[in-house]
């Protein structure tokens, strides 16, 4: 049974910084592409960014330069660092397993003073 759990979400100020971490179980990890979502109150389901199974990453433009994905196949664990966070960054945040239906439980994030 394929498990993402995610953790590391919180409130933090403006400009402030998190780690938001998934942990995947059932399913060989290595070989998975990994990715983050968010849902940001009032909007879609929005992208944040991708992690291959090789290790090439992306990310949409407005995080790119402040959140950070990497992945530790040895801890079957993909990580987003987010620096220089903003309000516009609120929201639930969960991981996905790429090309599945496999996603996490989600996390929330809030920045504000």
């Known amino acids: 049974q394929v498990q993402l759990a995610e953790s590391g979400g919180g409130l933090v100020q403006p400009g402030g910084s998190l780690r938001l971490s998934c942990a995947g179980s059932?399913?060989?990890?290595?070989?998975?592409?990994m990715a983050w979502h968010r849902r940001v109150p009032g909007k879609r389901l929005e992208f944040v960014a991708v992690?291959?199974?090789?290790?090439?990453?992306n990310a949409i433009d407005s995080v790119k330069g402040r959140f950070t994905i990497s992945r530790d196949n040895d801890k079957n664990m993909v990580f987003l660092q987010m620096n220089s966070l903003k309000p516009a960054d609120t929201g639930v945040y969960y991981c996905?397993?790429?090309?599945?239906?496999?996603w996490g439980q989600g996390t929330q994030v809030t920045v504000s003073s």
């Open positions: 992690i291959t199974s090789g290790g090439a990453t």
């Open positions: 996905q397993r790429v090309g599945t239906q496999d």
């Open positions: 059932g399913f060989v990890f290595s070989d998975s592409g």
